[in-house]
């Protein structure tokens, strides 16, 4: 019944599904931060009945080897009591001889009670020796699967923060293609195209300004070389009829 409260928690929760319990939870993290820090107390419970368990036994051991102890320590004390009262005897003094009887009879019943009490402890012994070591395989267990809770709660919480940093990323790919910078990049881009395209035609309207200024004076120069023959012709004529007159 001991051994069913110290364990059957821990194994109730080493049973349980983790996914399962994360996926209602609104904190993955915590409930898991929780979960490793109730299985560490259950452990140090569990280690606690187990260390009392341990200093029983110890106390039991105790007690069985002081039994032995005193057991052979009465057989000796009957052993040297009965050699005594031989030597009395031998020497014919009776009384002595059995007065030493008396005792080495005292003694063999004191042997005989410690070994009757060490035989009584040992089955007890043998039955706390094997709860003990199913006590410590158990705990061995239970520390076992805390190491396996701990590492699954460590790679759950970096998978969940992986996920949470895809999510953000994917959130960012959105917000890039719903304002998509290269269409005010494209505007700019027609701004400063219609603004050079202005600049080439006001040169070439410049430029065509120039080249009629320049026409007007080719124009001009003809003009006026036409006017300075027909001025030339005209007193060429005039010369010639004077000419003959003298």
């Known amino acids: 019944m001991v051994k069913q409260s110290i364990f059957g928690r821990i ?39 187990v260390a009392q368990t341990i200093g029983n036994l110890r106390m039991i051991e105790d007690d069985y080897n002081e039994d032995v102890k005193a057991a052979s320590d009465w057989g000796n004390k009957a052993l040297a009591a009965s050699s005594k009262a031989d030597e009395f005897r031998g020497g014919g003094d009776s009384a002595n001889a059995d007065k030493f009887d008396s005792l080495a009879k005292v003694a063999i019943q004191r042997q005989m009670q410690s070994e009757s009490e060490a035989k009584t402890a040992e089955p007890t012994i043998s039955s706390q020796r094997e709860i003990v070591e199913k006590l410590k395989t158990g705990l061995d267990a239970m520390k076992s699967k805390r190491q396996e809770l701990v590492s699954k709660r460590d790679e759950l919480i970096a998978r969940a923060k992986s996920a949470q940093a895809q999510n953000q990323v994917q959130e960012a790919v959105k917000s890039i293609d719903i304002m998509d910078p290269s269409s005010e990049v494209g505007r700019f881009e027609e701004k400063i195209r219609r603004e050079e395209a202005r600049v080439r035609g006001a040169a070439e309207l410049a430029s065509s300004s120039l080249d009629a200024q320049f026409n007007s004076l080719e124009d001009l120069g003809e003009q006026t070389e036409i006017e300075a023959r027909l001025a030339a012709m005209k007193g060429a004529k005039a010369t010639q009829s004077i000419t003959p007159g003298l």
């Open 11 to 49: 194994t109730q929760l080493a049973k349980a599904n983790i996914n399962a319990m994360l996926d209602s939870a609104e904190d993955p993290q915590k409930m898991l931060d929780q979960m490793v820090r109730d299985y560490t107390d259950n452990i140090a419970e569990a280690e606690t009945a």
